[in-house]
């Protein structure tokens, strides 16, 4: 087990394994909201480096691993570690870390100190990427 970054007011997230098992904050997520985060450039824009089959979403990226049927492969702990700081996994990634409020570097100074998503728009994603799977029209 290890103790993760200290993110959004000072919580230290608990990492087992390669997954972040408990959810970010206890309010319910949905899956809808995450697929509208998804493609929002306003928030997460995820498709800005990744692809989702039969996702209505104009120019889906190739950087990043395909999606559609990622929770096939990834459970919903992994998938929220990887959201939160991808680095804690692989220190050359460059997904951003979307849930990590120090030492990030060309931060500009409205945004000091703050994640780039809430707890609980990590735990939309989440809902929204563990419901992909390889059965999915």
């Given at each position: 087990?290890?103790?993760g970054?200290?993110?959004?007011?000072g919580t230290?997230?608990?990492?087992?394994?390669?997954?972040?098992?408990?959810p970010l904050t206890e309010r319910p997520a949905s899956a809808e909201i995450g697929k509208r985060l998804f493609v929002s450039r306003e928030s997460g824009h995820c498709v800005l480096c990744h692809r989702v089959e039969g996702l209505d979403a104009p120019f889906?990226?190739?950087?990043?691993?395909?999606l559609s049927d990622v929770g096939d492969r990834?459970?919903?702990?992994?998938?929220r570690l990887r959201i939160v700081d991808s680095s804690?996994?692989?220190a050359q990634t460059i997904m951003p870390p979307y849930y990590r409020s120090e030492n990030l570097h060309r931060v500009a100074n409205a945004y000091e100190?703050?994640?780039v998503l809430t707890a609980l728009q990590?735990?939309?994603?989440?809902?929204?990427?563990?419901?992909?799977?390889?059965d999915m029209p």
């Open positions: 087990m290890l103790i970054p200290t993110v959004e007011a230290v997230l608990q990492i087992i394994g390669d997954a972040i098992v408990a889906q990226g190739d950087i990043g691993p395909q990834l459970s919903p702990g992994q998938l804690i996994l692989n100190g703050e994640t990590i735990e939309h994603l989440v809902a929204y990427l563990s419901q992909r799977r390889s």
